[in-house]
Nanobody, 118 residues
Framework: QVQLVESGGGWVQAGGSLRLSCAAS????????MGWYRQTPGKQRELVGT???????NYADSVKGRFTISRDNAKTTVYLQMDSLRPEDTAVYYC????????????WGQGTQVTVSS
């Protein structure tokens, strides 16, 4: 089993920045990809970005050029630097992790709220 703990959410004005962190513990040797999704009330959870252990990165079009995902493999921690935030970025952000060979997220964090005011 893998446990994921997010931190760094909060409130910020439009145009501001926040940095989210997600620390993994447990059977971390089994993890390949880690990433971030977000969800607003009444909508499905959507991809923000993912990064593999070899640092192959994928972003949603809506955040390209504004968000940066990075990873510390030694600590199995993934970060999401969010710049130029917009009110539409307001959501609960969830960290996830996928095992090697998995085609879906196997583990999820509890989520952290990000609120961007106009």
């Amino acid at each position: 089993q893998v446990q994921l703990v997010e931190s760094g959410g909060g409130w910020v004005q439009a145009g501001g920045s926040l940095r989210l962190s997600c620390a993994a513990s447990g059977s971390i040797f089994s993890i390949n990809a880690m990433g971030w999704y977000r969800q607003t009330p009444g909508k499905q959870r959507e991809l923000v970005g993912t990064i593999t252990r070899s640092r192959r990165i994928n972003y949603a079009d809506s955040v390209k050029g504004r968000f940066t995902i990075s990873r510390d493999n030694a600590k199995t921690t993934v970060y999401l630097q969010m710049d130029s935030l917009r009110p539409e970025d307001t959501a609960v952000y969830y960290c996830n992790a996928a095992r090697y060979g998995s085609t879906k997220a196997d583990y999820w964090g509890q989520g952290t709220q990000v609120t961007v005011s106009s």
